[in-house]
């Protein structure tokens, strides 16, 4: 069974740092782009971040950038988005997701781009 699973969210105060984690089974992720959303309630699941398959090439939301950083590790079948910085309105619930290679990496943006994702982790930045 293909399956996408991610842990390490949690409550964290603003300024501080998470690390969320990605990992397949079923199915290996070297062959995939991999992609992180986000969804804050009331609102749109949002593109984060996503990650070519050698993780070569990477994309990030401007609401983002500079704070999070994505990485993989397929050697481990897993996937990695550090957050530091970390802001109130980062607030969600976050999920990864897996889509076939072969298209520009701003296609990665597009919820359509994944046949598979994950159930989600929840993100809390408070004090």
């Known amino acids: 069974q293909l399956q996408l699973v991610e842990s390490g969210g949690g409550l964290v105060q603003p300024g501080g740092s998470l690390r969320l984690s990605c990992a397949a089974s079923?199915?290996?992720?070297?062959?995939?782009?991999i992609g992180w959303f986000r969804q804050a309630p009331g609102k749109e699941r949002e593109a984060v971040s996503c990650?070519?398959?050698?993780?070569?090439?990477?994309r990030y939301a401007d609401s983002i950038k500079g704070r999070f950083t994505i990485s993989r590790d397929n050697a481990k079948n897993t996937i990695y988005l550090q957050m530091n910085s970390l802001k109130p309105e980062d607030t969600a619930y976050y999920y990864c997701?897996?889509?076939?290679?072969?298209?520009?990496?701003?296609?990665?943006?597009?919820?359509?781009?994944?046949?598979?994702w994950g159930q989600g982790t929840q993100v809390t930045v408070s004090s």
């Open positions: 990650i070519s398959s050698s993780g070569g090439i990477t």
């Open positions: 079923g199915f290996t992720l070297d062959s995939y782009v």
């Open positions: 997701a897996a889509g076939r290679v072969g298209y520009d990496i701003r296609w990665y943006f597009r919820r359509e781009a994944y046949d598979y």
